[in-house]
């Protein structure tokens, strides 16, 4: 029986199972008699299992790898080293101080990209789990929205002018 359990089983999982495929493949005829679902929950409970909330585990992205660490330490100091180049806002009014440039030296203005997946059946916010150990999940069910956008501090979305439209349509 434990090993026909998947890591996502549920009461009614465990039902049908052993309805349709345990019983059968033992040749037990049992005429209409079969295991209710509440059966399989007391079974889920003897064999170990839990019904509890969904806990997001731990996800590695390679975030703290000695590569990318470096990688990022580099960006970062090329990022302070231009700091002098970019406009900063006084702290009560929150004016735009420019900066003061050099000859040769141009304006910089960070460009921020901002991502988000949504996905209309996010997650199930309960699991039956054994000895505490979570399934592995999908992120999400159902088709995904993607929405990007591209920010910058002076003014907010990045968009485009009437004027400019024609323009970048035309080069697509």
Do not use: C
């Not at 231009?82 to 040769?104: C, M, N, W």
């Not at 999940?137 to 159902?142: V, Y």
């Amino acid at each position: 029986l434990i090993t026909h359990l998947t890591p996502q089983i549920t009461p009614h999982k465990l039902q049908r199972e052993v309805n349709n495929t345990i019983i059968p493949a033992l040749g037990l005829d049992l005429g209409k008699a079969t295991i209710s679902e509440s059966s399989a929950r007391r079974w889920l409970k003897k064999l170990g299992y839990e019904y509890t909330v969904a806990k997001k585990g731990v996800y590695v992205d390679s975030h703290e790898r000695p590569d990318v660490v470096a990688y990022r330490e580099k960006f970062l100091a090329i990022v302070a080293a231009s700091e002098h180049l970019r406009a900063t806002y006084d702290d009560k009014t929150l004016e735009i101080i420019e900066p003061t440039l050099s000859e040769g030296e141009k304006k910089h203005v960070p460009l921020h990209h901002d991502e988000s997946i949504f996905r209309p059946n996010e997650m199930q916010q309960r699991v039956w789990i054994k000895n505490g150990n979570m399934p592995l999940r999908k992120k999400g069910l159902g088709r995904a929205i993607h929405v990007s956008d591209w920010i910058t501090e002076e003014t907010g979305r990045l968009t485009l002018s009437d004027a400019q439209v024609p323009f970048v349509l035309s080069r697509l």
